[in-house]
């Protein structure tokens, strides 16, 4: 605004030049983001659970969750570099 008025022309300017897809990219690798923290809080309490209650599944259930995290961490990775 200058002086109360605004701008109309620098306003359509942005709009013709204004690509909705950077704004479904930010979206999307916002989401691969939050997944990576929920994989991450689902590996936390696996291990907590795994000190806390004895089974011979332990192992197996542990590596799972690793697991999932090292796949949600490699998807936001490649989408990283994909996007």
Same mark, same amino acid.
């Given at each position: 605004?200058?002086?109360? =008025? ?5 306003? /359509?300017?942005?709009?013709? &030049? ?14 691969? *983001?939050?997944?990576?923290? !929920? *994989?991450?809080?689902? *590996? ?7 000190? =806390? ?5 332990? !192992? ?7 697991? &999932? !995290? ?11 570099? /994909?996007?």
């Amino acid at each position: 605004m200058n002086g109360g =008025t605004i701008d109309w022309n620098k306003i /359509a300017v942005f709009l013709i &030049h204004f690509s909705p897809w950077i704004l479904v990219r930010i979206l999307f690798l916002a989401g691969f *983001a939050a997944y990576l923290v !929920f *994989a991450a809080v689902v *590996a936390i309490q696996i291990f907590a659970m795994t000190k =806390t209650v004895s089974s011979p599944l332990n !192992f197996l259930v542990r590596l799972f969750g690793f697991l &999932h !995290f090292v796949f949600a961490l490699g998807v936001l990775l490649f989408m990283l570099g /994909a996007l």
